[in-house]
C-alpha cells in the first residue's frame, strides 16, 4: 500500500512540477510584457468565466468520481450522462459570462476579447467532467496528464503569442484558449477505450449526478468566491492597475497550496471508494501535518525574499505587489487546514459541510472589502482576505473534528507514529531497511 502510495505521489508531484513551472513562466510573460494594467485587464475579464466554470461544473466531476468509484451505474451509463450535462451546462456558462462582461465589468472591451474569455468554457468544462472518471477510477497518471497538458499548452502559446507575436492582452488569452481547447482531444481518445462517446439522457442517472453534483458545485462556488470576490470588488472600487499588482501577488503565493494540492487528488480518489472512512480519516490529518510543515518552512523563505522574488519575475512596475504577497502569505498558510481537510469531506460524499465556513467567511470577505479596497487599494483587498482565510481555517477545522469525531489536538499534534512513518519513507527512498527499535 505504502509502494501504492508513494507511486502516485511521485506521479502527482512531476504533474504539479510542470503545473507550477508552466504557471510561473506565463505569469512571467504576462507581467513582463502587458504591464500592471495589462495583467489587469486579463484578471477583470477571467474573473467571471473562471467563476461559471465553477458554477457550470456542477460538481459533476466530483458526482462522477463519487459514482465510479461507488460502482453505482455502468461506466458507460455515467460517462453518457456526463456529456449529456455537459452540452446544456456550457451554453448557459457561455451566455451568462458573456453578459456579466458586457454588462457588469468596469471598463469596455473589445468584443474580440470578451469572446476569448468566455469560449474555452465548452472545452474546459468537457476537461473538468471527464476527469471525473479517471478520477474514480484511481487513475492518477491519466488524470494528472488532465492538469498539466494545458497549463504547459498555455505557457507555450501565451510566449508565442505575447512575446514572439506581440498580440497583447488577446494574446494572452488566446494562448489560454488553445491550451484548453486541445486537451479535450486527448481525453475523448483515451475515454473511447472503456466507453462510446455519446451524450444518455437518462433521468435517473442525472438526477442522481445533479443531485450530488449541485450541493459539490455550490460549496466549489461559495469556496471559489472567497479567492475571486477581491479581483471583483478590486476591479469595481480601485484601479486597473491596482488590480494588476494584486493579481500577481496572488499568482506567486497561491502555488504554496501546491503542497495539499500534491496530495488532495490521492486523497479524495481513495476516499471515495474507501471501506474505513475513519482510517483515510486518520491519514489525512497525518498528511495536514506534514504539509503544513513544508508550508511553513515555505512561507518563510517567501516572505524573506519576496522583494527578489517579485523584482525578477516581474520587474520593478510590480513593487506594489511585495507588501500584498506579504499580507497573504499567513492567510494562505492557515487556509492548507481547509485545503487538505475539505478533500476527505468531500470523498465521503459531504461537500455541504465546507459551507459552514465558507459561507460566512466570504460574507467577512465581501464586508472588508468594500471597506478597505476604496482607501488603501491592493493592500486593502489582501488583508481583506486574511482575515477571511483565517476565520475559514479556524471553522473548518472545528467543523471537521466534529464531523469525524476526533478532537482537534489530535488533529493537530504530532505523534509517535507520525515520527516511525517519515522514517519509515525517508528509509524507502534512500533504498534501506527500516530497523526496529528494541
Request: aromatic share 12%; net charge positive.
Amino acid at each position: 500500500m505504502k509502494a501504492s502510495f508513494l507511486k502516485e505521489l511521485y506521479s502527482v508531484f512531476v504533474s504539479r512540477v510542470a503545473v507550477i513551472a508552466a504557471g510561473i513562466g506565463g505569469a512571467v510573460v504576462t507581467a513582463r510584457y502587458l504591464g500592471p494594467e495589462g495583467n489587469g485587464v486579463i484578471a477583470a475579464l477571467m474573473v467571471y468565466p473562471s467563476l461559471f466554470m465553477t458554477v457550470g461544473s456542477l460538481g459533476i466531476r466530483q458526482a462522477a468520481a463519487y459514482f465510479v468509484g461507488q460502482q453505482k451505474y455502468e461506466l458507460q451509463d455515467i460517462y453518457g450522462a456526463v456529456l449529456a450535462i455537459w452540452l446544456v451546462t456550457s451554453v448557459f456558462c457561455v451566455a451568462s459570462s458573456y453578459l456579466l462582461i458586457k454588462f457588469f465589468t468596469k471598463g469596455i472591451y473589445s468584443e474580440t476579447l470578451i469572446l476569448l474569455a468566455v469560449i474555452a468554457i465548452p472545452f474546459s468544462l468537457y476537461s473538468t467532467y471527464s476527469s471525473g472518471i479517471f478520477l474514480g477510477k484511481q487513475d492518477i497518471k491519466e488524470f494528472n496528464k488532465i492538469n498539466w497538458i494545458p497549463a504547459v499548452l498555455n505557457f507555450a502559446f501565451t510566449f508565442i503569442l505575447v512575446a514572439i507575436v506581440p498580440l497583447g492582452v488577446a494574446g494572452s488569452m488566446l494562448g489560454t484558449f488553445i491550451g484548453a481547447a486541445i486537451l479535450p482531444f486527448f481525453i475523448a481518445n483515451k475515454i473511447r477505450k472503456v466507453a462510446v462517446i455519446k451524450p444518455v439522457f437518462n433521468g435517473v442517472i442525472i438526477k442522481g449526478m445533479l443531485s450530488l453534483g449541485i450541493v459539490y458545485a455550490i460549496s466549489l462556488l461559495v469556496t471559489a468566491l472567497n479567492y475571486k470576490v477581491d479581483i471583483i470588488l478590486l476591479n469595481k472600487y480601485s484601479t486597473i492597475s491596482e488590480l494588476g499588482i494584486y493579481s500577481k501577488s496572488v499568482n506567486i503565493v497561491q502555488y504554496l497550496w501546491e503542497v495539499p494540492t500534491l496530495v488532495s487528488t490521492i486523497v479524495f480518489s481513495r476516499s471515495v471508494g474507501a471501506k474505513d472512512p475513519q482510517e483515510i480519516s486518520r491519514k489525512v490529518c497525518r498528511l495536514l501535518r506534514f504539509s503544513s510543515v513544508i508550508i511553513i518552512f515555505a512561507s518563510i523563505l517567501m516572505f524573506l525574499l519576496s522583494p527578489l522574488i517579485i523584482k525578477v519575475l516581474f520587474g520593478a512596475k510590480f513593487a506594489g505587489s511585495v507588501s500584498v504577497l506579504n499580507i497573504l502569505l499567513p492567510g494562505v498558510l492557515l487556509l492548507t487546514v481547509f485545503k487538505v481537510l475539505n478533500m476527505d469531506i468531500a470523498g465521503k460524499g459531504k461537500p455541504w459541510l465546507s459551507m459552514k465556513a465558507m459561507v460566512p467567511a466570504v460574507i467577512i470577505n465581501i464586508l472588508l472589502n468594500i471597506l478597505w479596497v476604496p482607501g488603501h487599494g491592493a493592500n486593502g483587498s489582501a488583508a481583506a482576505s486574511l482575515v477571511s482565510y483565517t476565520f475559514a481555517s479556524l471553522m473548518f477545522l472545528y467543523v471537521y473534528s466534529k464531523e469525524v469525531k476526533m478532537p482537534i489536538k489530535d488533529i493537530l499534534k504530532f505523534t509517535s507514529e507520525d515520527k516511525e512513518f517519515a522514517r519509515s519513507y525517508i528509509l524507502k527512498f534512500t533504498g534501506k531497511t527500516v530497523k526496529h527499535d528494541s
